[in-house]
T-cell receptor, first 113, second 113 residues
Framework: EAGVVQSPRYKIIEKKQPVAFWCNPI?????LYWYLQNLGQGPELLIR????????DSQLPKDRFSAERLKGVDSTLKIQPAELGDSAVYLC???????????FGPGTRLTVL | AQSVTQLGSHVSVSEGALVLLRCNYS??????LFWYVQYPNQGLQLLLK??????LVKGINGFEAEFKKSETSFHLTKPSAHMSDAAEYFC???????????FGKGTRLSVIA
């Protein structure tokens, strides 16, 4: 069974440019998470989806970040415009339902110059 | 609010020696506790979890952790380190199965031949 797939794995952009990350969760997993992992830190939840509904987005900086999960499967996280401080690894995870084990993707490493 | 503190950002052990990674938690209610491992350029993988059943929890790859309420600790141990154990380890806490994980800052384990 395929795990959580994320693309791209690496992205380098200049500040003020837009960027998007894509996540394909494990088939049948209803819950999808986006985490931010800064260098030397643990992951921090940005947003959680139950099917296509965002049920916890309190930590998502809504002035520049947006996310969607169309049809309750794949998800896209967007930053527009990117700032230097956005350089980090963006992790996607999924679980059968909330409360079940979370399976993590390899992450997208973003570098903003 | 829940939080975890991982003592030591970097631990180095010799191959075959005992591995001890420390985690202390803060929670206003009985917590759910987790240990995750992250290999370079990969996502997080669940090692083990405590959900109020047995206080000694056995996980994958020979790791185990003991929940000690009196010490608010959930330290991770392995009797004999292997080179393949070199990775970043994260302790995490949640209030229940339905609440987000809060991660510690991580401990990098190095294994010396």
């Amino acid at each position: 069974e395929a795990g959580v797939v994320q693309s791209p794995r690496y992205k380098i952009i200049e500040k003020k440019q837009p960027v998007a990350f894509w996540c394909n969760p494990i088939s049948g997993h209803n819950t999808l998470y986006w985490y931010l992992q800064n260098l030397g830190q643990g992951p921090e939840l940005l947003i959680r989806y139950e099917n296509e509904e965002a049920v916890d987005d309190s930590q998502l900086p809504k002035d520049r970040f947006s996310a969607e999960r169309l049809k309750g499967v794949d998800s896209t996280l967007k930053i527009q415009p990117a700032e230097l401080g956005d350089s980090a690894v963006y992790l996607c995870a999924s679980s059968l339902d909330v409360g079940n084990e979370q399976f993590f993707g390899p992450g997208t490493r973003l570098t903003v110059l | 609010a829940q939080s975890v503190t991982q003592l030591g950002s970097h631990v180095s052990v010799s191959e075959g020696a005992l591995v001890l990674l420390r985690c202390n938690y803060s929670s206003s209610v009985p917590p759910y506790l987790f240990w995750y491992v992250q290999y370079p350029n990969q996502g997080l993988q669940l090692l083990l979890k405590y959900t109020s059943a047995a206080t000694l929890v056995k996980g994958i790859n020979g790791f185990e952790a003991e929940f000690k309420k009196s010490e608010t600790s959930f330290h991770l141990t392995k009797p004999s380190a292997h080179m393949s154990d070199a990775a970043e380890y994260f302790c995490a806490v949640s209030r229940s199965g339905n609440t987000p994980l809060v991660f510690g800052k991580g401990t990098r384990l190095s294994v010396i031949a």
